[in-house]
């Protein structure tokens, strides 16, 4: 044991004996519950009511569509590829629920570069509160699909959703601690000229949310 383990050694025995492992817990929650009482009452008890609320604000400038299920992914993301004129070549987030998908005349094998004018991505999460996704960057969810495309059209598990970001705190204390996480709301937008709304300055200048359950 070199003199710097001996140290923490030290200072864990130290700590295990005097219980104070136990009070911090207790003064945590504590802290945690005194924190939950001042929260205000969301508007929407239903969750994916309240986060496509949030999400479809004129101001966060998102357009959601539910579906059944997973599956149904490729179909609403022809309709949209459709309804922008957009190419039927696409990137797409290399996460296997995607990669297993039947895209059927769909070519969702395209490289993400910096001029792609679509991605599709599945989101870890969503915050109903803000109507805001996250994602945990990792080899499954690159963090420049979030940033690059034009265009990006995002899967979000509808019993994914949390009420309040205070609640991803919770959800996410048993995940792998991530390299950077993100929390996107709405597409990208800036009014730094004129106090003009612009969209697409940092980021995606659209943003579609397909919600499954």
């Known amino acids: 044991m070199n003199a710097r383990e001996a140290i923490f050694a030290a ?6 004996e005097s219980g104070a492992s136990a009070a911090i817990a207790a003064e945590a929650q504590a802290c945690s519950e005194a924190m939950k009482r001042t929260l205000p009452a969301l508007d929407l008890s239903d969750l994916a009511a309240l986060f496509t609320a949030r999400a479809g604000a004129e101001k966060v400038g998102a357009t959601l569509e539910r579906v059944a299920a997973l599956g149904e992914l490729p179909a609403a993301v022809a309709r949209y590829v459709a309804a922008n004129n957009l190419a039927p070549d696409f990137a797409v987030q290399p996460d296997p629920r995607l990669r297993q998908l039947d895209w ?8 993400l570069r ?6 599709v991505g599945i989101a870890l999460c969503g915050v109903a509160e803000t109507g805001s996704l996250v994602f945990h960057s990792g080899s499954e969810a690159p963090t420049l699909y979030e940033f690059l495309p034009l265009h990006h059209l995002v899967a979000l598990d509808a019993q994914s959703l949390l009420p309040r970001l205070e609640d991803y705190a919770v959800f996410a204390r048993d995940l792998a601690v991530p390299r950077n996480v993100n929390l996107v709301t709405g597409a990208s937008g800036t009014t730094d ?12 200048g659209r943003l579609h949310i397909v919600i499954f359950n």
């Open 104 to 111: 059927g005349a769909l070519r969702p094998g395209a490289p």
């Open 11 to 16: 200072i864990n025995k130290a700590r295990t």
């Open 114 to 119: 910096p001029d792609s004018a679509l991605a």
């Open 193 to 204: 000229i004129e106090g003009v709304l612009a969209r697409g300055a940092h980021g995606p």
